[in-house]
Each structure stands twice: as structure tokens, then as C-alpha cells.
């Protein structure tokens, strides 16, 4: 009988993709693959070969990948699904192993239309997962706001949307049932960019207005569980903001039933956008935050600042993460801390802010979504597109320690030729264009992110992407 022989070889990183070379001896955070006899990368920031396709998972589904949530041990991403008539809300589920759950929806799929029109654009930006384990989507819908809500299994659930609270769902027009679109008074478009759940079920979401001859302003609205907005909040369920945009929302919880509410986007101030964070009581009020008489905390960055994503310690600090200009009219991810009650974290790496930089200077990156993991360390994920024109838009990652510190142990990429680690990754799908769009810490402190991956058509779909923490 002949014995099947192996070849172990290292992989020298480059992004996610492998150089073999010959090697006697490997390290504790490889191990070699028994099929290709290739090591496969098994620390921190490295995919996880259980999921997917070594780590990756790129489905079927035509679209941009938004959100990600769980549901239990299933995996929710939506985002906007385009079929022949036009771009709908999408919802895809997947099993924990990256399979997509074949028991949801239409073989894994739910897409809704919110009018019977072609052309019409709608999409799914967000997602949370309400107390009754059914789940909440929002977006936009034809330029306006837009939000639906599904059962366990993938249909709409028939309690949300109504008219008017306490009638009989089947009084109502069927097109209304489980899905709400709102077009608020003067604006001209409106979108939910960010949106959480509270402990009553009820639907707290930011995004933007755009009403005619006017830039935009700052979204902040309440919605009951039935998906009707929230007249107690703010003012008839809409607070006021200083903002351009929200992007994002979280929330300080003050005892098991109330909570503050902390919103992160961008202002402009003297002609430029810049970083703005302000926190707003449970009824929709602006409290007093920072050293600033309007509630409002505004970075001062040299170029143009947007914070696009917001977490939230054990201790109630406020960590940001967003994207800044560098002098050479690239972009870098930041991350930077301010206490509960706005004021900046000096003590944060290097005066309160730094930036991380993938590939070289000249790359570009722009976050989207940041997590802290069971050791409060800070995971920041978005998109790195290398300088070198022939090489196309990667999944990229980056964790920091608490002080702001990148994490060396974290990733395998090292930065020009100095060969210091710098505590990022990057992820290659076959050289194609890929856009991560949110990102969360698993059960498992896994790290899973969402996005969209473009095949050879220049078509999008649905993707997910699963890293040991």
C-alpha cells in the first residue's frame, strides 16, 4: 500500500493571498491543510477555514450586502437585491457555517418590493433583531424612509405597518402589511442609515432629510413595535439634530428599561465636514455634552472627517470610528474615545486619534463598522483599494488595543518594508472589487463581516466574511 506523502510549506501573506515556500518547521498560529499540504493561517485577524469557503462565503444573490445581524446561531445580512423590475429589500440567511438556510424565505432569500412599479430603488440598509425574534430592516424606498418586518421564517409579519394602532390587519391594503414608508413634510428625499431596539421593542433610527434648496440634516426618530412613529418622542416622534448626517446610533444603558442614546455622523464647520457626536436623552432630548453649548461635539481635523460607526464600553465610554483625508487626498481609517459626557480621551494613542493606514500612504481606506470584542479591544472594519492600479478593492480589518494602540498580535500585513506588523488584514476575492459594508463580534468572538463582492460582470452579491479573533 503506498503511503500518501505530504509537503508542508509557509505562506508568505500578501493581503489573504499565499506564496508557497519551503519550510522544515511552522509556527503556533499555523497548521498545515492535510489535502494541499499548504499552512493555513489560524491567529487573530486570519479567516476562519470553518466557514464558508476557507473563511469566505459569496452567494447567489445579486445585490449589495448592507447589515448584519444574528439571530441565534443564524446570520442575517440584508441590503438591496436587484431583479429585472428594479432594487428591492433583501434579507439572506445563512447557517453558522456560511451554508445559506435553505428554510428561509425563497432558498435563503426574501425580497421585497414596496411598490409594484418598475424602476422603483429601494434598499435595506440596517438590521436588528426585535424582542419577539422576528427582524426589523430599514432603509429607504423611492427616496423615502422605509422599514419592514419579518417573521422567523421569512414572511412579513402582518402586526407591523398598520395604519392605525389596533386594527384588523386584514382592513388593510395588503401591499402595507409588514413594511412602513414615511415621506416626511418638505423633504425631498430621507433615508435611516443606523437603527437599534430598545428594551420595549420600540425602533430608534438615524439617517439624514434632504428638504429643497437646503443641505441635509440629521435624522432622529422613534418608532412603537408596531412600526408607527413614536409621537412621545422628541418632537411628534422626531428630535431636533445638528447634524448633516447620522450614521450611526447606539445606546448607554441606564437600568434594564431606560437608556441615552448616543448618534455619530459628520457636521460642516467653516466649509468642512468634520467628525460630530452629540447624545440625546430617552424622550429625543439634546443633553449638554462636551465643552460645547449646543449639545454638539465636532472633531478638528486638518481635511475632511466623517464618524461612521459608534460603540459603547462596559464603562459607558463612546468609542468612533470614521474616515479622515490625508494630505495626498487619500483616506485612512481613525478611532478615537470621549467619555459619556463628550470629552476627548487624550490619553487615546496619539492625541486622542489615531489613524491606520493599509498596504502603504498612498492607499485609500474607508471605514464602515466598528465592534469591541469580549476583551474590549476595538475591531475596525471598512475597505482598503491598494494604490497599484491593477489590484481591486479588499475586505479590510484592523483591531487596537484599549489605549488605541493597534494590536501587533492581530494580522499577518506589515507595513512598506520595515516589516512591522501593524495590526491590520486585508481579504482578496479572486482580485475582485470588495466592499465590506457592516461587521459584528459572533457568539464565538469570531469577527464576521458583511458586504458585497463583484463577479467578472461587474455584478454585485452578497458576502460574508469570518475572521479568528
Known sequence: MMKKMYVLVACISIGNDCVAKKTATHSPRQR???????????????????????????????????????????????????????????????????????????DGLVTTPFVQEDLIVDSANTVVI??????????????????????????????????????????????????????????????????VTDSQGRLIAGGYRRDPCTPDKGLLMRYTPEGIIDTTFGNDGEAETLFEQIKDVALI?????????????????????????????????QYPFGNTTNGLVTSQFPRETEAVAVAIDKDDTIVILGTTKSTVNTSYFFVTEYTSNGILNKSFAYRGTPLTVFFDPKSSAQAQAVALDTNERIVMVGTATPAESNLK?????????????????????????????????????????????????????KILVAGYVYDTLSEPHFALARYNS
Open 130 to 195: 426585535k424582542k419577539n425574534n422576528t427582524i426589523a430592516t430599514a432603509g429607504f424606498s423611492d427616496a423615502v424612509i422605509a422599514a419592514a418586518n419579518y417573521n422567523i421564517d421569512g414572511t412579513l409579519n402582518p402586526h407591523f405597518g398598520l395604519p392605525v394602532p389596533g386594527t384588523d390587519p386584514e382592513d388593510n391594503d395588503p401591499e402595507r402589511i409588514g413594511k412602513i414608508s414615511i415621506r416626511l413634510l418638505n423633504a425631498i428625499q430621507s433615508e435611516i442609515k443606523s437603527m
Open 393 to 445: 478593492a479588499r475586505f479590510a480589518l484592523a483591531r487596537a488595543k484599549r489605549n488605541g494602540k493597534l494590536d501587533a498580535t492581530f494580522g499577518d500585513e506589515t507595513l512598506g518594508t520595515s516589516g512591522q506588523r501593524t495590526g491590520t488584514t486585508t481579504t482578496s476575492f479572486d482580485n475582485q472589487s470588495a466592499i465590506a459594508q457592516d461587521a459584528l463580534i459572533d457568539n464565538n468572538n
Open 32 to 106: 498545515p491543510d492535510m489535502d494541499t499540504g499548504f499552512f493555513i493561517q489560524t491567529g487573530p485577524g486570519r479567516l476562519d477555514s470553518s466557514f464558508g469557503n476557507q473563511g469566505k462565503v459569496v452567494t447567489d444573490f445579486i445585490g449589495q450586502g448592507n447589515g448584519v445581524t444574528l439571530q441565534g446561531s443564524k446570520i442575517i445580512e440584508v441590503g438591496q437585491v436587484i431583479d429585472t423590475i428594479g432594487k428591492h429589500f433583501g434579507v439572506a440567511r445563512f447557517n453558522n457555517n456560511g451554508s445559506v438556510d435553505q428554510g428561509f424565505g425563497e
Open 253 to 285: 444603558k441606564k437600568s434594564s428599561n431606560h437608556y441615552d442614546i448616543v448618534v455619530v455622523g459628520y457636521a460642516t464647520i467653516s466649509n468642512k465636514r468634520q467628525l460630530a457626536v452629540a447624545k440625546y436623552t430617552e424622550q429625543g432630548e
